[in-house]
C-alpha cells in the first residue's frame, strides 16, 4: 500500500511501469521461499523516472533507501570503467554480492547506466540471479536485483509515437506490445551492456520494463510535484512556463520531451524569485 501510495504520487506517466513493479514485488514479498531472486530491467530514456522509481522501491524495503548498508547502487562509468579490468571487476562484484546477501538476504542491488557496461561483466552475477537453492551455503532468493538502462528507448519512443500517430491512449499501451521488442533488442545491442547475455540467455530477468517517454503534461505534474517538495505554493503560471521552457520531439509535433523531467528542479531555480 505505501509502494502503491508512494508511486502514484511522485511517479507520472508512468501506468506501465507503475501496474509491473507493484505486481511484481506484491508477488515476491508476499511469497515465503521465491524460487530465485526478484530482477528487474528498467529501460528507457534519461529523466522518465528509472532511478526514481528503483529509489522509492529500496526505500520500501529499507526504510534508509540508498543511504542503507542494504541497498547497493553500482553506476557502470564509476565502478567499471576500463575495459581491459573486466575479470578483476566480475570477481570484485561477486565478492561483494556474497558477502552482502550473506550479511542480509534481502539485500537491494541497483546497477545504474547499463547501457554503458562493458559487455561480460554483468554475466558475473549469473549464478546469483539463478533457481539455486543456494550457492556456497548462501541463499540468494530474497534479494532483489535491478538494472537501469537507456538502451531500448528509441523502440520505446516508437512504439508510444506510433500509438499517438494512430489516435490511441497511451494508457492503452500494454506490456505485451514492447516486452518482447526490448529483450530482443537489448539481447542484440552491442551498447546495452547486457549484449549476448547469458543472463537473457537463461530468461532469469523476470520482467522488461518500458518507461514511456513524457509529455508537457506529465512534466507540468512534474513541476507541481517539485513545487510543493519545496513548500511554495502550485503557481500554474511558472508551472506553465517551466514546461514551455523544456525541448520537446518529434520535431514537427513536439509531443515528447527529450529530457523527461530531469532538469526540472534546474528549470524552477530560475524561477525562484516568485
Known sequence: AALKAQLDSRLFGQHLA???VLKAVLGFSNNPSPKKPLMMSLHGWAGTGKNFLSQILAEQVHPAGLRSKFVHLFLATLHFPHHDQVKLYKEQLQNWIRGNVSACPSSVFIFDEMDKMHPG????IKPFLDYYEEVDGVSYRKA???FLSNAG????NKAAFDFWSSGKHREDIQLKDL???LSVGVFN???SGLWHSSIIDRNLVDYFVPFLPLEHRHVKMCVRAEMAARGYAVDEK???AVADEMTYFPKEQKIFSDKGCKTVQAKLDIHEDF
Open 238 to 240: 511558472i508551472v506553465q
Open 18 to 20: 507503475k501496474d509491473v
Open 121 to 124: 561483466v554483468i554475466d558475473a
Open 189 to 191: 545491442n552491442k551498447n
Open 153 to 156: 528507448g528509441d523502440l520505446i
Open 179 to 181: 516486452e518482447p521488442l
Open 144 to 146: 532483489i536485483f535491478i
